[in-house]
């Protein structure tokens, strides 16, 4: 079959490599029929994540049919249209039961990373069971595939991590998808006000059209001090990093108020300076985490009742065999106006 | 000044009493500009709420302007525009110091039942620190005086107790006032279904124009299992009672799914029969609550933020003087169509 | 193998049986070394369980070795001790994601229920990865034994429910092993006062040798009363009720403190009175449950740190081939002085 | 009277002031009985707290009798015998209302710091009402002046903040009087291990008696893997902060388990790096905080109730006019093994 293969730093391929067969009663093989690439695969092609090796099948996203199960296999058969975590779970470890999937002792993020991923024709889904959904038969798939893991994580790892409640305040800094699926997916938990900060303006454009009651620009040296003066001097309820870089780390702890919550989604490359001296008397609380899709039913239910759009997210849509063009449109995401890019078989 | 004066039941009377004047040092004096009747009101005329003594002055919603305040006042000053919690809190007690100022010791709901009440020229308000609310120069009185009691008791006593969360399926049972601040408070937390029940169609109408994503005949005599069937079977995840008669609170606790939540808010005469011998194993939560009015600050700021529509319940508007004329509609409310009447002085 | 066989209402023989075999790939055979009765395996036997079949062994408790797994069982493997959950968790079910494991699709109470238990030489155990937990080599059967069902249901039905938190006044209804595992795990938990009821004076006396602060004569007509006088009349916050009949449930309501919680852990008969039209206005919150055995990870480590002392409720010790005495001695439990009656392979 | 009075930086003298008065309708004037001396008021001396003015009387822990109330004054009355919180409350701002007292818009900590304090023959306490508690006949003082400050900090702002759990693995970090306060109360939430880390060998073995169930000497370069090591690589669910330097706030960062809690409660003065290169993926949870006080009225009930004793941190005692002795020892705490020092009128 044909898959996306990373061949070391600055390099990939559509090339052909064996089809997945089942290696454990509890595997299923599931043809692709829908996938998307995260901002994560283009890091893997700088080089950044290590462990990935070069020969690996990228993606960790995506939307297919079964094609074959293991023996223990029970909640998909064959012919079932099933939506796939990016997170594998193997339901049963100690971190599993508590549905901290992210830190599965099997499994977590392994797809695309460790073990073959979705950008290809077939895919091999440990765990299938707890691994992925079943779709209803009216199932938009570019709706769907969203929430193999940018919806879960903006959703988890910004808006609950962050506790939004109504009446809030929430700044979310950093306006690319996963700042977007913080601010559509906050919207279901009442906030009174959703500023959003980025440096680029057509981003903040989306921003205001999704939602966003404020954008800034994050170049404003006294953006601090704005945010500040606009909540009378407390500061906002909860700030949302989704960036990922010393600078708007900073931001958000100087806009914090007293009681509120900091929830990093970024992925960070080095440490912060975190300012203790001067937050310990502040009753602030900084929350991490690697997103553990425990929300994809929630979310998948949302969908279906009209009361969460992420097919918006979907700007470029590519056929799978033009895997190559849609990287070379998504590595160019901000001058092509992407947010998501997806590939169809 | 003229109020209008409970005098016995089935007997009111707009009549001259005496002004109110400060009693305590934590005491305000407040003129009320806007006032509106509760179903309370009418109960209390019925004589079904004996606490209350003929002379009484009725009403325990307002907004006003401060005329006076005692020593001890700090939050309000004369001129100030206030808004009027139902709920009078010391503030200081041991159940205000934990937000249960249902249950103050020294306050509680006592306006218009244990003492007099906001349909009035003048009222004085005990507490007046914890007990009002400051209101800004725009604020419209017509939507503020919605969050002296019904909105706070719909989102405090069903959407809150009740838990409602993103993608939670929802039925609130009674299309009355609190009926429709349940559900216009529901959507603050992000269900994907709030279904509502009612005997009367206009009512019914009037939700899905609101919010209500179906609507089902009281009458029906299979309701329960329909609503079991809509939901495969499972039952809802919260269920609002907010009616107060027995065969409501039935309803509740058959639709309720394993997990699932009972918010009782209506007032209810007499006791219910509670099927434990099926429900102990079931893994359900049953609230009861009088209002605490601890959300009216989120309420009032997600009014501001225009994230909140309180207005649209008032539907027939009065001139204060004209209370026995309001009174009058209120007491036709399904005939007249009408949700809450607000006077004005 | 030899097994505790229902043979119809008052009947129980220990009779051969077939030995189990491995069904499906997530089963595990496990040979008994310790089980014990339940008081609901005397419900079965006066045929109050008409679910439970002719023909069918008993007993949903116990801890063993595992003999044998299928092909997807990767937590156990054969020569494994293990505790075995009372409910069997397919852990991959939508309720069995949310931890709430009684409501399990596909399990749920089903061990000596609707299929063969644990009062066996050998048991089969389907979903062994979410339905047994591993033991360590020092870890001690009867501790452990208690942690199948009973220990769990105390804390999580009757203390986790019941929000019981540090210097809350605590009122568990009924000192028998349910009332006891509350009382024992209810210490977790901070409570400042822990009082119990019951009629048996004996029962009494454990519960104050085991933490209770202070006991009440459960045939005292002016109970209620009492125990609200020793709250100043403000009632307690937090009620277990550990019985299941109409009269204790009544205790409850009438002693529970507004704000305060009612956790019903008792097994009814019988609907019940909900005095409603008193306690709407008293902010109560009224839980019921059937056990999840998700804290039996938790309540593990505590028995092995030393903080929780199970295995005092073992009272009474048989062999196994001695079911039928050990089941005459749990039937005279009062008599007998029995709390848990075990027996060991 | 007679006062301890800072003197500017270095410099403290026991000498007459003037006696306060009422000076707002919320005030009261309490008469010392008993207090004690907090590591912050020796920063102060140190000339760490620039706010603190020469002149000011410090201290911001004690127990006293109410000698003369405001008129507003309910709670307590003249000869009342009264705790006095170390966060002044004045009830009615938005921080008060939600409990967050630590930033109270008119209080917070204010008391020998911005207004004179308790070490001193009469104090000031401004809005009395949710800044007192009134004492029971049989309170112990020594028991209760602990109740101030230290104890509800270590318990909010440690162990309630960092979520102890049943079953949970706590470490805390700094072995002064913080933190045994949050040992103490940890164990009011039922975690198994509660290991304590210093660099004193006295103060470990405090630890231990006290209900440490491990001990670590800080100064052990491979401390964090030794931690680590002990909970299988995982690493700890709870870290408590009790220090308030860079090294000790690294530590934590590098035990806290995945899914775990870092409670800072160190005062630090200056920033820390924050590994979150390392911690993005972790799921933790960050808290800081300034005590709020609001568990002062359970905390005084576990007290009554035997289930807690803060009586013992009270190692050294002195008369009230021997405060510049006490000071002496306290300054000395180490090498005086002094935990606590009261001082009594």
């Excluded at 950008?119 to 091999?124: D, G, I, L, N």
């Excluded at 997916?185 to 009442?190: D, E, F």
């Excluded at 780390?249 to 007293?258: G, T």
């Amino acid at each position: 079959m044909k898959a996306l293969v990373y061949r070391g730093p600055g390099k990939r391929a559509w090339e052909d490599v064996d089809r997945p067969t089942i290696q454990a009663p509890t595997d299923a093989i599931v043809r692709i029929t829908t996938t998307t690439i995260c901002g994560t695969d283009l890091h893997i092609l700088e080089g950044d994540v290590p462990a990935v090796q070069p020969g690996r099948v990228l993606g960790h996203e995506g939307v297919g049919v079964v094609e074959e199960v293991g023996d223990a296999v029970r909640n998909v058969r064959p012919g079932d249209r099933v939506l796939i975590s990016a997170i594998t779970a193997d339901g049963r470890c100690d971190r599993c039961r508590i549905q901290m999937y992210s830190h599965c002792r099997n499994g977590g993020w392994v797809l695309g990373h460790l073990i073959d991923g979705t950008q290809a024709e077939f895919v091999r889904i440990p765990f299938a069971d707890t691994s992925t959904y079943k779709l209803g038969p009216d199932a938009d798939e570019e709706a769907m595939v969203m929430l193999s893991d940018i919806f879960p994580t903006g959703f988890e790892v910004g808006v609950l991590n962050g506790q939004v409640r109504p009446g809030n305040r929430v700044v979310i800094v950093g306006a690319g998808p996963i700042g977007w699926a913080s601010l559509l997916t906050a919207q279901l938990c009442g906030p009174s006000e959703i500023w959003m900060v980025d440096l680029d303006r057509n981003r903040l454009d989306v921003a205001k059209k999704w939602g966003a009651t404020r954008t800034f620009d994050a170049g404003d040296a006294n953006l601090a001090e704005t945010i500040r003066e606009l909540t009378n001097g407390d500061g906002v309820d909860v700030a949302i990093e989704a960036v990922g870089v010393p600078a708007t780390w900073d931001l958000c702890q100087k806009i914090v108020a007293p009681g509120g919550r900091i929830a990093n989604v970024g992925v960070h490359g080095k440490a912060v300076q975190f300012d203790i001296e001067r937050l310990w008397i502040q009753n602030i609380t900084v929350t991490t985490g690697l997103v553990d899709t425990r929300t994809i039913p929630t979310l998948m239910r949302l969908i279906e009742a009209g009361k969460l759009d992420t097919r918006r997210m979907a700007t470029h849509r590519f056929a799978l065999h033009d895997a190559m063009k849609a990287y070379d449109t998504f590595a160019n995401a901000a001058k092509e106006q992407a947010i998501k890019v997806v590939m169809r078989a």
